[in-house]
């Protein structure tokens, strides 16, 4: 087995000391130059415009959210996928996936290049594998949104991510310390050959945060102008640079213990932003990560891909 990369202690900077309970799904809005992520523990919407922090209270757990080529953004709630036509306005109900909401919870998603919301979930009784990956297709006109289940059987979705020339697709499980990839075919909205591209050593027996001999396990992600995967690895202080045939690449250590999702942002699209989490952590972990909860940002060594935009 190739030995892993030594970790990288990179040069973060705290973008703003408002701290998240969960932060997630942090994009890059290309038309307004900001940077936009959720709360999902907190039910709130962020957005750092020119220089600004702006929040959004929303009437459940955002899993997940995405600029709109028409304007605003389309929204993952627990309870359904809303679109909003502008920050702070209107929330209209465009769509309802079929799972438990007493149960199940949208989580990690994005658009893929043709505008469609891929949406992972999560199974909160962590036991009955009820987490699911869905496609909402709005791009047919006049028509209510389309949706598809195009994976199931899993314990909290995440990962999400497409090569850039949407030939392969990632998808990982959580609680599995493992990362898919298939073939994608854009077009038919098809995955096919589905295999492991990462598999990481479980969580041990009374693991503390303290012990270093574990790496964490894979959360969100994103995709660099060279196919590279990037993942946070949540309860292992780090993200992980994968290159697209599995090889790990980098490991660059993170300002906080659970970092949670990476995006590529900036004019350049190489900055590089991480959310983290607060809530649950202990007052040790807290006081070594004190932060924890914000969101950060590094120089990236090459540019990321611009975010997908969701068409209705």
Same mark, same amino acid.
Request: charged share 15%; hydrophobic share 35%; glycine share 10%.
């Given at each position: 087995m190739t030995a892993a990369p030594d970790l990288v202690q990179p040069a973060w900077q705290? #973008?703003?000391?408002?701290?998240?309970?969960?932060?997630?799904?942090?994009?890059?809005?290309?038309?307004?130059?900001?940077?936009?992520?959720?709360?999902?523990? $907190?039910?709130?919407?962020?957005?750092?415009?020119?220089?600004?922090?702006?929040?959004? =209270?929303?009437?459940?757990?955002?899993?997940?959210?995405? /600029?709109?080529?028409? $304007?605003? #953004?389309v929204?993952?709630?627990?309870?359904?996928?809303?679109?909003?036509?502008?920050?702070? $306005?209107?929330?209209?109900?465009?769509?309802?996936?079929?799972?438990?909401?007493?149960?199940?919870?949208? =989580?990690?998603?994005?658009?893929?290049?043709? $505008?469609?919301?891929? +949406?992972?979930?999560?199974d909160e009784t962590k036991t009955q594998h009820a987490a699911a990956l869905y496609t909402v297709d709005a791009r047919e006109a006049g028509a209510a949104p389309h949706i598809t289940q195009e994976l199931g059987g899993a314990l909290t979705g995440n990962g999400m991510g497409f090569s850039p020339d =949407?030939? +392969?697709?990632?998808?990982?499980?959580?609680?599995?310390?493992?990362?898919?990839?298939?073939?994608?075919?854009?077009q038919s909205n098809t995955l096919r050959a589905h295999r492991e591209f990462a598999q990481f050593e479980p969580k041990p027996a009374g693991w503390q945060f303290s012990d270093s001999n574990y790496g964490g396990r894979p959360d969100g992600a994103a995709v660099d102008v060279k196919g590279n995967y990037w993942v946070a690895m949540y309860e292992g202080a780090r993200l992980c640079q994968f290159a697209p045939d599995g090889r790990m690449l980098a490991q660059?250590?993170? /300002?906080?213990?659970? /970092?949670?999702?990476?995006?590529?942002?900036?004019?350049?699209?190489?900055?590089?932003?991480?959310?983290?989490?607060?809530?649950?952590?202990?007052?040790?972990?807290?006081?070594?990560?004190?932060?924890?909860?914000?969101?950060f940002a590094m120089r990236a060594p090459l540019p990321g891909l611009p975010v997908n935009l969701f068409a209705d």
């Open positions: 705290r #973008l703003d000391p408002h701290a998240c309970q969960l932060g997630e799904s942090p994009f890059w809005h290309p038309q307004e130059q900001s940077l936009y992520w959720v709360d999902i523990s $907190g039910k709130q919407l962020l957005r750092m415009q020119a220089g600004a922090l702006q929040t959004w =209270n929303m009437p459940s757990e955002p899993g997940c959210i995405a /600029p709109a080529r028409s $304007g605003g #953004l929204i993952a709630l627990r309870h359904g996928i809303f679109r909003a036509l502008q920050w702070g $306005g209107a929330l209209t109900r465009i769509a309802t996936l079929p799972y438990d909401t007493g149960t199940v919870r949208a =989580n990690d998603g994005k658009c893929d290049a043709l $505008g469609r919301f891929w +949406v992972g979930t999560v =949407n030939t +392969v697709a990632y998808w990982a499980d959580t609680p599995q310390h493992r990362v898919y990839a298939w073939d994608f075919d854009l660059y250590a993170a /300002p906080s213990q659970c /970092p949670t999702m990476p995006c590529f942002g900036g004019a350049d699209l190489q900055t590089l932003y991480l959310t983290t989490v607060r809530h649950g952590r202990s007052d040790a972990e807290l006081a070594r990560y004190p932060d924890s909860g914000c969101v």
